[in-house]
């Protein structure tokens, strides 16, 4: 098994792809990439809210919603949040996210 490929799109539309690893999360392979957008204040913590994305509607039944906390946060979160809003400190890769495909909330 090779890693669990991530589609980053960028909020003034380029797109970054990476390859994480099962158990690491979506935010620590954007903050490895440098994607644009994912500040990751806290952490990791689940406290900050500047990790926000958007999940792709393809996805968004894969990778399902968030905890109490999480979803306290996103009401939060400086940038509008959406139906598929999620916290991407929240999102663990796992195999079955291969090919996931994220937005930078603008
Ligand atoms: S990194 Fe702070 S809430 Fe995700």
Do not use: N, Y
Not at 20 to 33: I, P
Not at 48 to 70: F, I
Not at 78 to 91: D, F, G, H, M, W
């Amino acid at each position: 098994v090779t890693g669990v490929r991530v589609t980053f799109k960028e909020a003034d539309g380029s797109v970054r792809h990476g390859e994480g690893r099962v158990g690491q999360s979506v935010m620590e392979l954007a903050v490895a990439l440098g994607v644009a957008g994912i500040e990751a204040e806290c952490g990791g913590a689940c406290s900050c809210a500047t990790c926000h994305v958007h999940v792709d509607e393809a996805w968004w039944e894969r990778v399902g919603c968030c905890g109490e906390l999480e979803s306290d946060m996103l009401e939060f979160a400086p940038k509008l949040a959406v139906a598929t809003s999620r916290l991407s400190c929240q999102i663990k890769l796992r195999e079955a996210l291969d090919g996931l495909v994220v937005a930078i909330a603008r």
